[in-house]
Protein backbone atom coordinates (compact mmCIF):
# COMPACT_ATOMS: atom_id res chain seq x y z
CA UNK A 1 0.00 0.00 0.00
CA UNK A 2 0.92 3.53 -0.90
CA UNK A 3 1.61 5.86 1.80
CA UNK A 4 3.03 9.00 0.29
CA UNK A 5 0.01 10.87 1.27
CA UNK A 6 -0.44 10.22 4.92
CA UNK A 7 3.34 10.87 5.69
CA UNK A 8 2.76 14.39 3.69
CA UNK A 9 -0.05 14.85 5.51
CA UNK A 10 1.83 14.08 8.82
CA UNK A 11 4.39 16.48 7.90
CA UNK A 12 1.58 19.02 7.20
CA UNK A 13 -0.16 18.46 10.70
CA UNK A 14 3.67 19.01 12.33
CA UNK A 15 4.28 21.90 10.13
CA UNK A 16 1.00 24.27 11.29
CA UNK A 17 1.42 22.78 14.59
CA UNK A 18 4.69 24.68 14.62
CA UNK A 19 3.45 27.86 13.34
CA UNK A 20 0.96 27.02 15.98
CA UNK A 21 3.36 27.19 18.54
CA UNK A 22 4.98 30.73 17.40
CA UNK A 23 1.48 32.16 17.57
CA UNK A 24 1.32 31.11 21.52
CA UNK A 25 4.39 33.18 22.08
CA UNK A 26 1.79 36.20 22.51
CA UNK A 27 -1.92 34.19 22.88
CA UNK A 28 -4.21 37.05 23.15
CA UNK A 29 -2.70 39.76 20.78
CA UNK A 30 -2.64 36.34 18.34
CA UNK A 31 -5.91 34.86 19.37
CA UNK A 32 -7.83 35.27 16.06
CA UNK A 33 -5.07 34.28 14.06
CA UNK A 34 -4.54 30.95 16.36
CA UNK A 35 -8.18 30.20 15.64
CA UNK A 36 -8.09 30.28 12.09
CA UNK A 37 -5.41 28.18 11.94
CA UNK A 38 -6.86 25.89 14.51
CA UNK A 39 -9.62 25.57 11.46
CA UNK A 40 -6.84 25.27 8.73
CA UNK A 41 -5.36 22.18 11.07
CA UNK A 42 -8.95 20.66 11.56
CA UNK A 43 -9.67 20.29 7.87
CA UNK A 44 -5.99 18.43 7.20
CA UNK A 45 -7.04 16.34 10.78
CA UNK A 46 -10.30 15.50 9.38
CA UNK A 47 -9.61 14.13 5.90
CA UNK A 48 -6.45 12.66 7.45
CA UNK A 49 -8.14 10.59 10.64
CA UNK A 50 -11.15 9.39 8.01
CA UNK A 51 -8.08 7.75 5.72
CA UNK A 52 -7.11 5.73 8.51
CA UNK A 53 -9.45 4.87 10.62
CA UNK A 54 -11.90 4.24 7.16
CA UNK A 55 -8.74 3.24 5.34
CA UNK A 56 -5.26 2.09 7.04
CA UNK A 57 -6.10 0.42 10.18
CA UNK A 58 -8.75 -2.11 8.50
CA UNK A 59 -6.85 -2.82 5.58
CA UNK A 60 -4.13 -4.04 8.38
CA UNK A 61 -7.17 -5.46 10.47
CA UNK A 62 -8.16 -7.72 7.06
CA UNK A 63 -4.37 -8.35 6.63
CA UNK A 64 -3.74 -11.96 6.43
CA UNK A 65 -0.62 -11.90 8.67
CA UNK A 66 -2.12 -12.33 11.94
CA UNK A 67 0.83 -9.79 13.14
CA UNK A 68 -0.07 -6.83 10.96
CA UNK A 69 -4.10 -7.56 11.98
CA UNK A 70 -3.07 -7.37 15.55
CA UNK A 71 -1.28 -4.39 15.07
CA UNK A 72 -4.22 -2.82 13.26
CA UNK A 73 -6.24 -3.36 15.49
CA UNK A 74 -4.81 -1.56 18.65
CA UNK A 75 -4.43 1.25 16.71
CA UNK A 76 -7.96 1.57 15.89
CA UNK A 77 -8.72 1.03 19.41
CA UNK A 78 -5.90 3.30 21.25
CA UNK A 79 -6.09 5.93 18.68
CA UNK A 80 -9.43 7.02 18.42
CA UNK A 81 -9.45 8.63 21.29
CA UNK A 82 -6.80 11.39 20.10
CA UNK A 83 -9.76 12.20 17.48
CA UNK A 84 -12.47 12.57 20.42
CA UNK A 85 -9.97 14.57 22.42
CA UNK A 86 -9.05 17.27 19.43
CA UNK A 87 -12.95 17.97 18.32
CA UNK A 88 -13.56 18.58 22.01
CA UNK A 89 -10.56 20.97 22.20
CA UNK A 90 -12.16 22.72 19.18
CA UNK A 91 -15.13 22.87 20.54
CA UNK A 92 -14.18 25.06 23.63
CA UNK A 93 -11.81 27.03 21.63
CA UNK A 94 -13.41 27.67 18.27
CA UNK A 95 -13.64 31.76 19.30
CA UNK A 96 -10.72 34.14 19.35
CA UNK A 97 -12.77 35.86 22.88
CA UNK A 98 -12.31 32.11 24.71
CA UNK A 99 -8.76 32.24 24.38
CA UNK A 100 -8.39 36.02 25.01
CA UNK A 101 -10.77 35.23 28.79
CA UNK A 102 -8.55 32.16 29.79
CA UNK A 103 -5.48 32.62 28.59
CA UNK A 104 -3.56 29.67 31.05
CA UNK A 105 -6.48 27.54 30.66
CA UNK A 106 -5.92 27.52 26.43
CA UNK A 107 -2.35 27.14 27.22
CA UNK A 108 -2.16 23.73 29.33
CA UNK A 109 -4.91 22.31 26.42
CA UNK A 110 -3.44 23.12 23.30
CA UNK A 111 0.28 21.50 24.91
CA UNK A 112 -1.86 18.26 25.86
CA UNK A 113 -3.77 18.00 23.01
CA UNK A 114 -1.01 18.30 20.20
CA UNK A 115 0.99 15.83 22.65
CA UNK A 116 -2.08 13.17 21.61
CA UNK A 117 -1.71 14.22 18.28
CA UNK A 118 2.44 13.92 17.97
CA UNK A 119 2.36 11.26 19.84
CA UNK A 120 -0.25 9.08 17.04
CA UNK A 121 1.93 10.31 14.64
CA UNK A 122 4.90 8.73 16.00
CA UNK A 123 3.21 5.93 16.50
CA UNK A 124 2.48 5.63 13.09
CA UNK A 125 5.53 6.93 11.90
CA UNK A 126 7.29 3.72 13.72
CA UNK A 127 5.96 0.73 13.83
CA UNK A 128 2.54 1.06 11.04
CA UNK A 129 4.38 2.60 8.61
CA UNK A 130 7.02 -0.02 8.20
CA UNK A 131 4.89 -2.54 8.24
CA UNK A 132 2.67 -0.95 4.67
CA UNK A 133 4.86 -2.29 1.99
CA UNK A 134 3.63 -5.77 3.73
CA UNK A 135 0.07 -5.37 3.31
FE1 LIG B 1 -1.68 9.68 10.99
Redesign the pocket.
Known amino acids: MNIDS?RNE?KAILREAGNLGRLLSNTVENSSKIVKLLFKIDQILEV?FAK?DGILYPAFIDSANPNNSKVGEMFLSEMGGVEEAWSFFLSRWNVAAKIEEDEERFKVEVDAVFQEIKG??EA?DSILFPLCSKI
Do not use: G, L, Q, S
Request: aromatic share 14%; no cysteine; glycine share 0%.
Open positions: YHHERIE
